[in-house]
């Protein structure tokens, strides 16, 4: 996609291979119970990843985390799936920050494999159409960038995908949230 400006031509990639649009294992879960869980768990995650596990299997996700020096926690929840297991991990902030501006009582949570972003979207009758960019999110935290940069960073993002939608190549851009700026 190559979007005209008055500085000139921007190239923005297919913001379909940056944004799953889909995975094959769907769930729906209650965000507070979701939120809850983490928080929980991510108490014994390591310091410097916040690191925190999901295994969906067969009526459940389960959620755990751990450390060298405080040891390893877990807990399920019940959840309507089935199908085949996977298992990826997320930074438990990184979730937290979304569950909090979800606006729902329900999300779905999407995933293809272990090694595919995870794709979080509200659920319900006030649910908006927007994609949670987990993968790029993290990808800048690892290389230290603060909430405000990401922020700009998806704030261009949001501009380029209006901008793709205004002259008709995209039928609607996808909502993205910004993070929680400390």
């Known amino acids: ?14 913001f379909e291979k940056v ?3 889909t995975g094959d294992k769907k769930v729906e879960l209650q965000r507070d119970g979701l ?3 983490i928080r929980r768990v991510s108490l014994l995650s390591s310091e410097r990843s916040r690191a ?17 020096d405080l040891g390893e926690a877990k807990e399920s ?7 085949a297991g996977v298992e990826i991990g997320f930074n438990a902030q990184y979730l937290l920050d979304f569950l909090a501006a ?20 509200p659920h ?8 949670y960019i987990q993968a790029y999110i993290e990808s800048r935290r690892g290389d230290g960038a603060a909430s405000a940069t990401i922020n700009r960073e998806l704030q261009h ?19 993205i949230r910004l993070l929680k700026e400390n």
């Open 52 to 68: 925190v596990r999901l295994t969906l299997g067969e009526g459940k996700l389960d959620l755990s985390a751990s450390s060298p």
């Open 102 to 121: 979800a606006g729902t009582d329900a999300i779905s949570l999407e995933l293809k494999d272990h090694e595919s972003q995870g794709l979080f979207r």
């Open 19 to 21: 944004i799953a649009l």
């Open 77 to 83: 929840l019940s959840a309507d799936y089935k199908g």
């Open 124 to 131: 319900g009758e006030s649910a908006t159409d927007y994609r």
């Open 1 to 14: 996609v190559a979007l005209a400006a008055n500085q000139g031509v921007v190239s923005v990639a297919a």
């Open 35 to 37: 939120a809850t869980a």
């Open 157 to 175: 993002l949001r501009a380029a995908l209006r901008l793709a939608a205004d002259g008709g190549l995209l039928a609607k851009p996808p909502k």
